[in-house]
């Protein structure tokens, strides 16, 4: 796999002042369709064409992607020299919201578990695909609840540069396990992110929802099932987090999971974050974090940034009404 600079360690070779550079000007390319509700917030979005794409993911694609890591460091260093001095926007509370989550019809299927070292498959959380600027990058993933059965959640940097394009050849393998694909390869047909993210780069808003395509005339939940969600939950909860990390010690072929209490980001208390002790690297980012022990449990948030190689603490964005916002549109598109 191609080494690549991890988000973390972009982070620390920053500034303070040019980490306050996040709310910065958006990308090249022209402005997404934007989606407003009642909120009062508002959603980016991206059509995706699915021709071809997952044709294109071969098992050799995927086990040479890149970390989608690089493309949240690459935000920050486009934002840095912006809106110095200037903290983040202060989001209002709203209130607490919990989307129950989805049961998959009768399943049939066997998986393959004899190279598994860590965690079991989970049916609903797989890893994405993906190209950005050329090159092709792979991130984690989980399939949400929602109104049209059909939505993934993961990381704002693995469907958006923040800010800039929108990924093409957009892919969800959910139970992916050293190369292999279960349940298939969902393509995208649309793409979401706050604009927070897609026309800054605001690490406080790093998460994106990708609805996806029937596949042999199904829905993604009627499949694997889909995860409940919160929003406005406390803070200081205990999480568990999964992902696919790919960077050393790991390689990405199989899934991994953290657990703990989360606490505030402590170097950038700007972003609103929270972290649990973990050590998964690039490739888990956009992994689930589920309230409680395990899968079952409501997830808000995803695997965002850690600090360094030998990065003791995974940290992920506060699900709040912004986050939400983004989620209700995807899910009923």
């Not at 390319?29 to 959603?43: E, F, H, I, L, R």
């Not at 049961?103 to 004899?114: M, V, Y």
């Not at 929108?166 to 995208?188: C, D, I, M, R, S």
Request: contains cysteine; positive net charge.
């Amino acid at each position: 796999m191609t080494k690549t600079k991890t988000l973390a360690t972009s982070l620390l070779s920053l500034s303070a002042a040019a980490l306050l550079a996040l709310t910065g000007t958006a990308g090249a390319n022209a402005a997404p369709a934007t989606n407003a509700d009642s909120q009062g917030s508002v959603a980016s979005s991206h059509a995706v064409s699915d021709s071809g794409t997952a044709d294109y993911w071969t098992p050799e694609r995927m086990k040479s992607a890149k970390s989608g890591d690089i493309l949240a460091a690459k935000a920050l260093e486009r934002g840095k020299l912006l809106n110095l001095g200037k903290s983040l926007a202060t989001e209002a509370p709203g209130a607490l919201t919990s989307i129950p989550g989805q049961q998959a019809a009768t399943d049939s299927k066997a998986i393959n578990l004899k190279a598994n070292q860590s965690e079991t498959p989970v049916k609903h959380i797989g890893k994405v695909f993906f190209t950005l600027g050329g090159a092709n990058y792979v991130c984690s993933a989980n399939s949400v609840s929602s109104t049209n059965r059909s939505t993934v959640s993961t990381a704002g940097h693995c469907l958006n540069e923040g800010p800039g394009a929108f990924a093409t050849n957009f892919v969800f393998v959910p139970a992916y396990l050293n190369g292999a694909a279960p349940y298939g390869k969902w393509t995208a047909r649309a793409l979401y992110a706050p604009t927070q993210w897609s026309g800054s780069g605001s690490m406080q808003y790093d998460t994106g929802f990708a609805v996806l395509n029937t596949l042999n005339g199904q829905r993604l939940a009627d499949v694997v099932g889909a995860s409940g969600v919160q929003f406005n939950a406390a803070r200081g909860l205990s999480y568990k987090a999964f992902g696919y990390p790919a960077a050393a010690p790991f390689n990405g072929e199989s899934l991994k999971s953290c657990s703990g209490t989360a606490t505030n980001d402590p170097y950038n208390p700007q972003f609103n974050t929270q972290g649990i002790p973990c050590n998964m690297t690039g490739g888990s980012s956009g992994g689930p974090w589920f309230i409680g022990t395990s899968s079952n449990g409501y997830q808000n948030s995803v695997n965002s940034y850690g600090y360094g190689s030998n990065s003791t603490k995974m940290y992920g964005p506060y699900w709040g009404s912004v986050i939400q916002s983004t989620y209700n549109t995807a899910s009923a598109s």
